[in-house]
């Protein structure tokens, strides 16, 4: 069994910084491309930024400059630090995995459970 499990988000107000965490959680392997993707009210989920297991990255054009993702592998971990925030970023932000390998079974489309982020103007 495995989770991804955030935390940090909160309220903040335009302009101001925050990060969020990920992790995964349970006997694992390996872990292939994570990201971020957030939801805010009354929309679909979108895609923020995603990360491989290299390093790469890529960005969603609403955050570019603006948030940056990075990777832990030891950890089983990934960050988002956005640094000025718009009203706009408000929404769950959701962990997302393409696949995490245990001893056992090779994990799918894993998704956390959300953290809030909100950012008032």
């Known amino acids: 069994q495995v989770q991804l499990v955030e935390s940090g988000g909160g309220l903040v107000r335009a302009g101001e910084s925050l990060s969020v965490t990920c992790v995964a959680d349970?006997?694992?392997?390996?872990?292939?491309?994570m990201g971020w993707y957030r939801q805010a009210p009354g929309k679909q989920r979108e895609l923020v930024a995603t990360i491989t297991g290299g390093g790469s990255t890529e960005y969603a054009d609403a955050v570019k400059g603006r948030f940056t993702i990075s990777r832990e592998d030891a950890k089983r971990a990934i960050y988002l630090q956005m640094n000025f925030l718009k009203p706009e970023d408000t929404g769950v932000y959701y962990c997302?995995?393409?696949?995490?390998?245990?001893?056992?079974?090779?994990?799918?489309?894993?998704w956390g459970q959300g953290t809030l982020v909100t950012v008032s103007s």
């Open positions: 997302h995995a393409d696949s995490i390998i245990t001893s056992t079974y090779r994990h799918r489309e894993v």
């Open positions: 349970g006997i694992i392997f390996s872990i292939g491309t």
